[in-house]
């Protein structure tokens, strides 16, 4: 603009000089590596969230999430993990008539797509996810990051009688009997119930209370 030149003839004339110029277009803009290696308390954690609250898409490269207005700081954290040189957006959806604040934060890359689906954070993942194999990740240590980022996700915390809290986790069958296998003396088969509010899908959760509530609270997020 400065020179009045045109663009093309600008850029003819650089590349007989052996200089490129920088397409922000198709510049890369967050890290879609970062799933290659699940090998920080990090990134198990944020795998785990995916697992609970992402959105794989099954029709073209887009990974995302969408959480209530509320949960921006988390997301924005995802941003950051991400190094995500883009914004989270904020926008209003209607639910039974009543407006509620949304934010969503959403990539498109084949390779990250791809990465996380290898990960077992498949498309369609709600009634079928399965708990992920072990070996993906570097130590054992870290599926313990993983299931903290699942229950952020999909679990609620709740405040009983007593002086100690309750977890509860949605998932399906598949999925849950992992946790349960993670935290064999907490959790017992019997641990399990359907989710009477899709009494026909493979939608179950898990509870815990009283001081194995308490037990499981310190592993999860004691130091994290």
């Known amino acids: 603009k400065e020179m009045g030149i045109d663009y093309s003839n600008m850029h003819v004339w650089l590349r007989k000089l052996n200089i490129n110029l920088l397409n922000y277009h198709n510049e890369l803009k967050f890290d879609n590596t970062v799933f290659d290696k699940i090998d920080s308390e990090e990134k198990a954690y944020w795998l785990g969230f ?3 609250d ?53 990539v498109t890359n084949k390779h990250f797509h791809d990465t996380l689906i290898s990960k077992g954070c498949i498309p369609n993942k709600s009634l079928v996810l399965q708990f992920p194999d072990k070996s993906i990740f570097s130590s054992s240590d870290l599926i313990i990051h993983f299931i903290r980022g699942y229950i952020d996700g999909d679990g609620s915390v709740t405040l009983g009688y ?63």
């Not at 959105?55 to 207005?69: C, E």
């Open 162 to 224: 007593t002086k100690y809290s309750m977890f509860s986790i949605i998932g399906t069958k598949e999925f849950l009997s992992g946790i349960i296998d993670s935290f064999p003396t907490l959790f017992t088969l019997s641990s399990y119930h359907k989710d009477k509010r899709h009494p026909d899908s493979n939608t179950y959760f898990i509870s815990i209370g009283g001081k194995k509530s308490a037990k499981l609270g310190d592993i999860l997020y004691k130091n994290a």
């Open 54 to 106: 992402g959105y794989v898409s099954s029709y073209n490269n887009t990974v995302a999430l969408d959480l209530m207005g509320d949960d921006i700081l988390h997301l924005n954290k995802f941003k950051e993990f991400l190094n995500l040189k883009r914004e989270v957006k904020i926008s209003n959806s209607t639910c039974n008539g009543k407006i509620f604040p949304r934010c969503r934060l959403a």
């Open 50 to 52: 995916l697992y609970a």
